[in-house]
């Protein structure tokens, strides 16, 4: 399995959820050497000239792409999400910039709200503040064992694949889905972190980088060189939305045992030669188990697409079902 030395191969992590720091992180405002409007700001955030016009609150999380911090808009105290890329990482600032500010004109995205850059070449993103934090934050802390139930599972599932059709209607591949990259805010779930998507010309071009978090990535992306070294990155995308929607489900990561370590081999027995999809409890419901199987389909040309499993009946449900999930409430 070649792993070790692509491009961007910095960003492939085993992780499963991201730590936020516990110190603080100084934040050093610089003056913007350049910083580019998007067609989608409004006059209030239009205001927000210059990182100097952004005090620091404090931080939200790190990745590997950068540290994000809450910010206030001194001037009008309009509250944001700064997102610090470092030049110095192996990233590709200028790509999740111009990705994001396309994938924002979807209402299931994350708002992107302008870029600066520093005269260091340090590019930072402004966006909409998610008060609730990431999807996995948000389960631990409104959910019994983080499990929901499965009418808030076809919810979540409905938005984040509205958001995908827009993602992959534009040809962009997300290539980290996991959910510590879903934001919630109020009622409403987002899609972020853009740090190691493709725009690609055309609907049928392949990938071919080995990038992502390894425990979400499909069978034919963690072993590549046995599937010819490239992957469709649009199916690739819908094997990983299927593997959160269960992890919601069951409270955990879907493909270990509880407590066993994810490490490379774990992983590798896991994807590439575990049944899919895995054992779901009993109680789960037929239609919640078969769209799962047609997301953790092994074959990436019989996967479904983002847009028909949008059209699956557990995300559509019959009118009498949503009468009795509605009782069930
Ligand atoms: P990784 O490489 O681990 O996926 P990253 O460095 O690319 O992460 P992001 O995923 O963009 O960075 O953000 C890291 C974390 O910061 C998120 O998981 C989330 O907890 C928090 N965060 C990011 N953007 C926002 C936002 N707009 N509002 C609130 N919290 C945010
Ligand atoms: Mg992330």
Request: proline share 7%.
């Amino acid at each position: 399995m070649a792993i070790a030395s692509r491009k961007l191969n910095r960003h492939l992590a085993l992780h499963l959820n991201p730590t936020t720091p516990a110190t603080h992180h100084r934040f050093s405002p610089y003056p913007a050497a350049t910083s580019s409007s998007s067609s989608s700001l409004t006059t209030h955030h239009q205001e927000v000239k210059s990182l100097t016009e952004l005090e620091k609150l404090h931080p939200l999380g790190q990745g590997s792409g950068g540290a994000v911090f809450k910010v206030r808009h001194k001037p009008t105290r309009a509250i944001y999400a700064l997102k610090k890329i470092s030049s110095a990482a192996e990233t590709q600032e200028e790509e999740e910039v111009s990705i994001h500010r396309i994938a924002s004109s979807s209402p299931h995205v994350v708002k992107f709200q302008g870029s600066f850059q520093t005269p260091n070449g340090d590019v930072s993103i402004l966006m909409d503040y998610m008060e609730s934090g990431s999807l996995s934050d948000h389960a631990k802390a409104s959910y019994h064992d983080a499990r929901l139930p499965e009418h808030a599972i076809a919810d979540v599932a409905r938005q984040i694949l509205q958001g995908f059709t827009h993602l992959h209607a534009n040809n962009i591949v997300h290539r980290d889905v996991k959910p510590a990259n879903f934001l919630v805010n109020a009622n409403e779930v987002k899609i972020a972190d853009f740090g190691v998507s493709k725009r690609l010309p055309t609907r049928l071009a392949r990938c071919d980088s080995y990038v992502g978090t390894a425990a979400y990535l499909s069978p034919e992306r963690f072993d590549m060189a046995a599937h010819g070294s490239t992957y469709d990155g649009f199916a690739a995308d819908v094997w990983s939305l299927g593997l959160v929607f269960l992890e919601l489900y069951l409270g955990r990561y879907p493909l270990l045992e509880p407590g066993q370590k994810p490490d490379w081999p774990a992983l590798m027995c896991a994807i590439c030669f575990g049944e899919m999809p895995p054992k779901i409890p009993e109680e789960a419901s037929e239609e919640f188990r078969e769209f799962i199987g047609c997301c953790l389909e092994k074959d990436p040309c019989k996967r479904w697409t983002v847009q028909q499993l949008l059209g699956h009946r557990f995300i559509v449900p019959r009118p009498q079902e949503e009468e009795v999930k509605e009782i069930a409430r």
